[in-house]
């Protein structure tokens, strides 16, 4: 077990620092923040293209390399924020680095409907839209790899649940980075990390038992919490954790049934981190490395890496 580096250290703790405070800590929690922010506007570096894309009830941005773009995959980006947030730079950031590590894959991300305005189902009918979007640009099914955090993980879980109860063919992969795979709160590590959890830790008034989202739909439902889904005939996942999360149990089941249904799976549980510590990106060790290994998981759905070596 490796472990934490220095600056994982310190941004961990800078991270539960503020999310203890008693004044900006509450709307960190609870999404408050995240679904008021207001950002400058994303300048998209020289080396990229974007294309907004309208859509009936949602947009889309498309990013694709200026140098070396690949035509054999693209990239779905599903976003996290709890169902509750609605896209942010970060994620168009997420999109650089989904294109840099992959050599050169576009990525569209969608700036789906959030609650509590548009609850259940609409983040799963916007998520489905895309996917026929892209069906339509000219993309088979085995060249999309969906990529999502979080709430985002748990939506491209649910995606391929609902491509396959009606027997449409799945994504060729998945990249789930802290997925919240179930909205029933009631895997261990709830419990386990209720007080080590630096960003939703030591209280109930979070996000993570918000039900804005789930209305008055059972939260149990497999397009809600496809933690309680059936995995078979799923593609290749890669899925990351950080072992002090209050939702690592939602990456460990969700790995073991795929698992016991014969999915390839890779599951990385980075030591001492944090809910999608991939946000650190190029800051500290752990995000750096937690990217290397999706470029590494990039060559295994593109054949060029087999799925039982080590990364």
């Given at each position: 077990?490796?472990?934490?580096?220095?600056?994982g250290?310190v941004?961990?703790?800078?991270?539960?620092?503020?999310?203890?405070?008693?004044l900006?800590?509450?709307?960190?929690?609870?999404?408050?923040?995240r679904?008021?922010?207001?950002?400058?506007?994303?300048?998209?570096?020289?080396?990229?293209?974007?294309?907004?894309?309208?859509?009936?009830n949602?947009?889309?941005?498309?990013?694709?390399?200026?140098e070396?773009?690949?035509?054999?995959?693209?990239?779905?980006?599903?976003?996290?924020?709890?169902?509750?947030?609605?896209?942010?730079?970060?994620?168009?950031?997420?999109?650089?680095l989904?294109?840099?590590?992959?050599?050169?894959m576009?990525?569209?991300?969608?700036?789906?409907?959030?609650?509590?305005?548009?609850?259940?189902?609409?983040?799963l009918?916007?998520a489905?839209?895309a996917?026929?979007?892209?069906?339509r640009?000219?993309?088979?099914?085995?060249?999309?790899?969906?990529?999502?955090?979080?709430?985002?993980?748990g939506?491209?879980?649910?995606?391929c649940?609902?491509?396959?109860?009606?027997?449409?063919?799945?994504?060729?992969?998945?990249?789930?980075?802290?997925?919240?795979?179930?909205?029933?709160?009631?895997?261990?590590s709830y419990?386990?990390?209720?007080?080590?959890?630096?960003?939703?830790?030591?209280?109930?008034?979070?996000?993570?038992?918000?039900?804005?989202y789930?209305?008055?739909?059972?939260?149990?439902?497999?397009?809600?919490?496809?933690?309680?889904?059936?995995?078979?005939?799923?593609?290749?996942?890669?899925?990351?954790a950080?072992?002090?999360?209050?939702?690592l149990?939602?990456?460990?089941?969700?790995?073991?049934?795929?698992?016991?249904?014969?999915?390839?799976v890779?599951?990385?549980?980075?030591?001492?981190?944090?809910?999608?510590?991939?946000?650190?990106?190029?800051?500290?060790?752990?995000?750096?490395?937690?990217?290397?290994?999706?470029?590494?998981?990039?060559?295994?759905?593109?054949?060029?890496?087999?799925?039982?070596?080590?990364?």
């Amino acid at each position: 077990m490796r472990e934490v580096s220095v600056r994982g250290k310190v941004i961990r703790d800078m991270i539960a620092h503020v999310a203890n405070d008693n004044l900006i800590g509450r709307k960190i929690k609870t999404g408050e923040l995240r679904k008021n922010l207001v950002e400058p506007k994303w300048h998209c570096p020289d080396c990229f293209y974007l294309e907004e894309i309208g859509m009936p009830n949602f947009q889309m941005e498309y990013l694709c390399s200026k140098e070396s773009p690949r035509k054999d995959y693209v990239i779905l980006q599903l976003h996290g924020g709890g169902y509750i947030g609605a896209m942010r730079n970060a994620y168009r950031s997420f999109a650089g680095l989904y294109c840099e590590v992959s050599r050169g894959m576009s990525v569209l991300t969608i700036d789906y409907r959030v609650a509590p305005e548009d609850p259940y189902p609409a983040a799963l009918e916007d998520a489905a839209a895309a996917w026929d979007w892209l069906k339509r640009a000219g993309w088979h099914s085995r060249q999309i790899i969906v990529a999502g955090d979080s709430a985002g993980g748990g939506l491209a879980l649910a995606l391929c649940m609902y491509l396959k109860d009606r027997n449409r063919r799945l994504p060729g992969g998945l990249i789930l980075m802290s997925p919240w795979a179930d909205l029933t709160a009631s895997g261990p590590s709830y419990e386990d990390n209720y007080e080590r959890d630096p960003l939703f830790g030591k209280t109930r008034d979070s996000l993570i038992y918000n039900r804005d989202y789930v209305g008055w739909h059972d939260p149990r439902e497999p397009y809600i919490s496809p933690m309680f889904g059936e995995y078979q005939g799923f593609p290749p996942m890669l899925i990351q954790a950080g072992s002090m999360e209050m939702l690592l149990s939602d990456s460990v089941v969700v790995a073991y049934k795929a698992k016991q249904r014969g999915v390839k799976v890779r599951l990385s549980i980075y030591e001492g981190m944090f809910h999608v510590f991939q946000m650190g990106m190029m800051m500290m060790p752990e995000s750096v490395e937690a990217w290397k290994e999706i470029g590494r998981y990039f060559e295994v759905v593109t054949g060029k890496r087999d799925f039982s070596r080590k990364t």
